[in-house]
């Protein structure tokens, strides 16, 4: 069973734009210089955080564009994430997304809006996608990454160490 | 503009056959009852090697050499993989399976745990732990098993934490880190419940780290010790490697493979990894202890008790992670290993001290080690020039088990024959990036394998059954007079532990790069072994980067 309900930012999310080239050789669109779009040109997001340290973010799914807005959803820290979803295209899509426990898994059909809480506890980059079709190839992979250091009491006793 | 509510995101696990919950016959799992797993409850697999001297032996006899021909599949679990993951094309199915009164708990790739029915295969839970898809991995997006007692399932996760699962519902009670995945740590390791804790080692020795093992306790989760296998400066042991810089801090030694534990003297014997960087000992003079060690460790402190180093100043990758097999011959308290350098040792658990050595491996040309423990370098990497040396880097035997029957007073082996071409090309070290300090080139020609019985009386082989490819999968041996074992290309044989001879095979589809285990359910016996070929294949069996990659647990028995 469904309901109507209005459209919430639950999160600022500011965006960063993707390189200019991409632009050029219209790789960011669906059935331009490619196939599909390329994958992860859906821009990058910063989780907001809220109360007691919990995040939050929002994803979605622009209309023609089989991508999502934003692809790269940044976490400052691990945590627990408080994501919207928002299907504005005109065709059904859904997720697979990472969390601790077993993946989530919510349907998204044509203009509708859901949400999701993930569990993620350490530093990376976690995948998440569309399982419809070839949802996945034509553009909607995503990637959570969550920033962050390893917890002091597990690093290495030794000297800093130079990094690339 | 308004909008359908989608809801809210849902456990995929909802949407499967899975029950969801499992009997409750892990909460009287205790350090008690796994002292006594093999005598008294033969129809479990309690523990990683099935008993804490890590002989690999069930003495379940049902199958047995007059009727194990008649041996055919009883169940089927398969998992499969979604979405990007670790290492995708690396993925393996390396695991041990639990069995507790008829539970079966194993673990997968990329963090998956389930718990099956064990004489159904049917899902009761399963827990993801979501994984990284950039940590840094050396060999494989693998697993080798979880441990089991006081109602928790235990895993060590790709990203470094210890997990505590509830054994009824797969649900997490608490998670602790105890690897820096930022320093190019990772965890790939069967934990090890010892008395109320639970132990651990951290993989990477391939990207400069420092060796640990860590303890926590079961109820609740502290961190109890850790020991370090690379010492610092000033510590024993320190003397054995460069007193200018830190080699040390990126030593390695990485303990990644499960120890064994001898209750009466109280001490855990771990295998330590290769040294770091792998191939150029020109930045770590010494003989850079404690890798490529046995460590003896005081399982209620982490003191180490005493050592033994296999490869002193290792330049071939010749980790020491693998089994050491705790045996009595002659009313003496042994040690059998079988390292990756292609010498089986013998020493005295007591003290560490060498009974004998021998090689197992047919070409070895590294090195010589003889009666004493000598060891002679005959052939190293150099600068600018390409040396070939046997046993290559994976070793004459990988991490994968070797067995001994008490039955037969032998050991049985996996062999790899395969070499290697390598040159040492120096690098700087940078935090998590590779530090092999060479290129190297695995033989694709002239290679084989075999399953080996050795004596440990003697050293010396007393059957073996030789295979195209080598052997790269662990060895049961069974109380039937049997012994499984595994090929890269997918048959699974049953052996006579006596003569070698071929009883039984079926072709599982998939390589096996796994340890099978034996229990009984309901007055049937089961064989159980997870099939899926990946992880360094390229290092192990090159000639079989193309067997199909798989992901499934088989389970054989009698007919009815």
């Known amino acids: 069973m469904t309901t109507e309900m209005t459209p919430q930012t639950t999160a600022s999310i500011p965006r960063i734009e993707i390189p200019p080239v991409i632009r050029e050789l219209g790789l960011d669109k669906q059935n331009r210089a490619v196939i599909g779009r390329l994958i992860l040109t859906g821009g990058f997001g910063f989780a907001a955080e809220g109360p007691g340290g919990r995040l939050y973010a929002q994803v979605r799914i622009p209309a023609d564009e089989l991508i999502w807005q934003p692809s790269v959803i940044i976490m400052p820290h691990e945590g627990e994430l408080e994501l919207e979803l928002i299907n504005d295209d005109d065709n059904d899509h859904a997720a697979f997304l990472p969390s601790n426990g077993d993946f989530q898994w919510i349907h998204l059909v044509q203009h509708s809006r859901g949400s999701a809480t993930l569990s993620l506890d350490g530093p990376g980059c976690y995948w998440f996608g569309s399982p419809y079709g070839n949802d996945e190839g034509r553009g909607l992979v995503g990637v959570i990454a969550v920033l962050g250091e390893t917890p002091p009491q597990a690093r290495l006793d030794r000297p800093p160490q130079p990094r690339p | ?560």
């Open chain 2, 1 to 560: 503009m308004s909008y359908i509510s989608a809801g809210r995101a849902i456990p995929l696990s909802t949407l499967s056959g899975v029950v969801g919950s499992a009997p409750p016959v892990a909460q009287n799992v205790t350090f008690e009852r796994i002292l006594e797993a093999r005598t008294k409850e033969p129809h479990n697999w309690l523990t990683y090697y099935g008993a804490y001297d890590g002989q690999r032996f069930s003495p379940l006899d049902q199958i047995n050499t007059q009727n194990v021909s008649r041996l055919r599949p009883a169940w089927v679990f398969q998992f499969g993989t979604i979405g990007i993951m670790a290492g995708a094309s690396t993925y393996a199915f390396e695991a041990t399976p639990i069995v507790v009164d008829g539970v079966m708990y194993v673990s997968g790739w990329d963090g998956w745990v389930w718990a099956l029915d064990a004489k159904t295969g049917k899902e009761l839970w399963r827990y993801k732990h979501a994984s990284p898809f950039d940590i840094t991995l050396c060999c494989g997006n693998v697993n080798r098993g979880v441990a089991v007692a006081k109602g928790k399932v235990f895993l060590a996760t790709l990203n470094a934490r210890l997990v505590a699962l509830d054994a009824t519902t797969g649900k997490q009670l608490w998670s602790r880190p105890f690897g820096d995945v930022r320093a190019g740590e990772s965890a790939t390791v069967a934990p090890l419940v010892v008395k109320n804790l639970v132990i651990v080692g951290s993989s990477g020795g391939e990207f400069g780290n420092r060796g640990h093992l860590d303890a926590f306790d079961i109820d609740t989760g502290e961190h109890v010790w850790r020991t370090y296998t690379v010492p610092k400066p000033g510590e024993p042991g320190s003397e054995t490697w460069p007193a200018e810089g830190e080699p040390w801090a990126r030593g390695g030694g990485n303990c990644w493979v499960t120890g064994t534990y001898d209750p009466e003297l109280n001490l855990l014997y771990w295998g330590t990894g290769n040294p770091s960087p792998d191939f150029d000992g020109t930045v770590r003079e010494g003989d850079n202890l404690y890798t490529d060690c046995v460590i003896a460790v005081d399982a209620d402190t982490g003191k180490i008790r005493w050592h033994y180093q296999f490869t002193p100043h290792d330049v071939w990758d010749y980790d020491s992670t693998m089994e050491c097999i705790l045996f009595e011959l002659d009313g003496q308290k042994l040690l059998g290993h079988f390292d990756k350098n292609g010498y089986f040792f013998v020493l005295d658990r007591t003290n560490g001290k060498l009974v004998r050595v021998a090689p197992f491996a047919d070409r070895i040309n590294w090195g010589q080690i003889d009666a004493s423990g000598k060891v002679t370098v005959l052939v190293a990497p150099k600068e600018g020039e390409e040396v070939h040396f046997w046993p290559g880097p994976a070793g004459a035997k990988e991490w994968t088990h070797a067995a001994y029957s008490p039955q037969t007073g032998l050991f049985y082996v996996p062999l790899q024959e395969v070499g290697a071409r390598v040159m040492l090309r120096r690098r700087m070290f940078k935090e998590n990036i590779p530090y092999w300090g060479a290129h190297v080139l695995t033989d694709t020609e002239d290679i084989y394998g075999a399953i080996k019985a050795v004596d440990p009386r003697t050293g010396n082989e007393v059957w073996r059954w030789r295979n195209d490819h080598p052997m790269c999968a662990s060895v049961l041996a069974t109380g039937g007079g049997l012994v499984f074992a595994g090929a890269p290309t997918g048959e699974f044989y049953a052996f006579d532990a006596r003569t070698g001879d071929v009883l039984w095979q079926f072709q599982c589809g998939s390589g096996h790069h796994s340890s099978p285990i034996s229990y009984m359910v309901d007055g049937k016996q089961y064989i159980a072994v997870p099939v899926g070929w990946g992880a360094w294949r390229e290092g192990f069996d090159p000639k079989a980067l193309g067997v199909p990659p798989g992901n499934a647990l088989f389970a054989f028995a009698l007919p009815d």
